[in-house]
């Protein structure tokens, strides 16, 4: 199982590092375009599409691996003990939110299945399932640091500090 979960966390990584590399040059493409007078009107839906799929998912992979601004000021003080419940706590917090993004990302989903770009014949659901589908995959990263930090508890040394 955790090989699978490395092949797909490094699949994810390839996936969006490309996609964004891709959303780059079409705008470029299309600014471009536009210089020579044949503007590109797909473009600008193709790249608000990439968009929010690689800031969204993508900020899975910063998630996993500790990329993410955190702001440790007064809990690196605490004890350790004390600092890693908190970062169980946190985490948990974060499942939460992360749960009623999912829900509430998949309603916004379904709601929008009528809605089309307006130079795509596409439905605009195809940007709003990224919301729960990065939830899902933080949801997973979480769960298994929520794991880790429980089954690494009684450890001497500090949380490690990420980023």
């Known amino acids: 199982m955790k090989a699978f979960y490395r092949g797909f966390c490094k699949a994810q990584e390839n996936l969006f590092s490309f996609l964004f590399a891709a959303m780059v040059a ?13 503007p590109l009107a797909w473009s600008l839906d193709v790249a608000q599409l990439l968009l929010c799929w ?10 996993r691996e500790g990329k993410f601004i955190g702001l440790d000021l007064v809990t690196r003080r605490l004890p350790i003990k004390i600092q890693k419940i908190l970062e169980i706590v946190v985490l948990v917090l974060i499942l939460g939110a992360l749960a009623i993004f999912a829900v509430y990302g998949t309603s916004l989903s379904i709601a929008s299945w009528k809605r089309s770009f307006q130079s795509l014949p596409i439905s605009y659901s195809f940007i709003t399932i990224a919301l ?12 298994l640091r ?11 040394c500090a949380p490690e500090v990420e980023g």
């Open 54 to 63: 690689t800031s969204l998912v993508g900020a899975d992979v910063a998630f």
């Open 26 to 38: 079409l705008v470029f493409l299309s600014a471009l375009a536009r210089g020579l007078g044949h």
């Open 132 to 143: 729960p589908v990065m939830s899902v995959c933080m949801g997973i990263t979480a769960v």
């Open 146 to 156: 929520v794991i880790d930090r429980v089954k690494n508890f009684k450890a001497n």
